[in-house]
């Protein structure tokens, strides 16, 4: 039987927003001293804009936007619907075959006769084609032609206006540790975690790579549970192994209310510190 004052701790969480999936993870939040967040939609807006663009010799810029335009059209991805409302082109689906998303590095897509490609380094890199460091601020996001660079698109995203208090919050509850994992490069997640003071952060993670690094992180923390908060683009598997798997809820795709256990409606990081709060709570009355 499930003791009374649980139908009252969820019943609270749901007021703020806070869907508990079972009263077992009341507990688990009750007992969690790690958590760690995944970047993008999550601590951040993942509302990107295009900041600049950079075409590569032999390229206008006209060509770099028509290959992006094509290359994101199908993506679902934030950084692939702004750089989508950036170009403003008229895309021709007639002419796209073979679109292919791949995981924490971008797209492919095929139009007539041409390959494009847009994404990361890495991707790039799976594809013969080697990208010089670049010192520019931001997401950076390549446009190949046919194996050749044609250029890339710098975009920028924001910091939830909640996300530093929040974390502070949860520091004040007794949580040891925040970690953050992001697939997008290590420059740019080294900021976010600077600004929001997290005690560690790794960058330029693909979704396997999350995997790991959860598992090391849940393996080591033998006085707690460990939580992880994603948006569920490419981090699905992990809302799944976590003690609890916090999920954005407005924002978040299908995959991650499904994996989920617990879910923001409100996709608001302050939440999660109002969640462990109410978990504690309920947990005094209990005993
Ligand atoms: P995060 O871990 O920060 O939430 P993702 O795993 O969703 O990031 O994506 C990681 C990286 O993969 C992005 O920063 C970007 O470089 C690349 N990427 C993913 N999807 C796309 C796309 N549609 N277009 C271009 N690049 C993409
Ligand atoms: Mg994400």
Not at 114 to 140: F, K, P, V
């Amino acid at each position: 039987s499930i003791p009374i004052s649980y139908f009252g701790g969820i019943g609270r969480a749901s007021k703020e927003g806070v869907l508990i999936k079972g009263g077992n993870y009341l507990d688990v939040l009750y007992q969690s001293n790690v958590f760690v967040f995944d970047k993008t939609g999550t601590l951040t807006q993942g509302e990107f804009k295009v900041i600049k663009t950079v075409s590569a010799t032999g390229f206008t810029k006209t060509e770099l936007l028509v290959a992006a335009a094509a290359g994101e059209h199908y993506s679902n991805h934030p950084i692939g619907k702004a750089i989508t409302a950036y170009a403003q082109q008229d895309v021709d689906e007639t002419r796209l075959k073979n679109y292919a998303e791949i995981p924490g590095k971008g797209t492919q897509v095929q139009v007539d006769d041409q390959m494009i490609l847009a994404g990361n380094r890495n991707l790039l890199r799976d594809h013969q084609i080697e990208i010089a460091d670049s010192d520019e601020e931001g997401t950076l996001v390549y446009i190949a032609i046919n194996g050749k660079l044609a250029g890339y698109l710098v975009l920028g995203d924001q910091i939830k206006d909640n996300a530093l208090s929040a974390l502070q919050g949860l520091k004040r509850l007794g949580v040891k540790k925040t970690v953050m994992l992001s697939g997008d490069n290590a420059g740019v997640a080294n900021q976010v975690g600077k600004k929001l003071m997290l005690d560690e952060v790794i960058g330029d993670c693909l979704p396997q790579d999350k995997v790991a690094a959860f598992e090391k992180i849940k393996v080591e923390n033998k006085d707690g549970k460990t939580i992880f908060v994603g948006d569920g683009m490419n981090d699905a598997p992990v809302l799944a192994m976590a003690d609890a798997g916090i999920a954005m809820g407005a924002l978040g795709s299908d995959a991650a209310i499904e994996a989920a256990d617990i879910i923001l409606m409100k996709d608001d990081p302050m939440d999660i510190t109002k969640a462990v709060d109410i978990a504690k709570y309920t947990r005094r009355i209990m005993i």
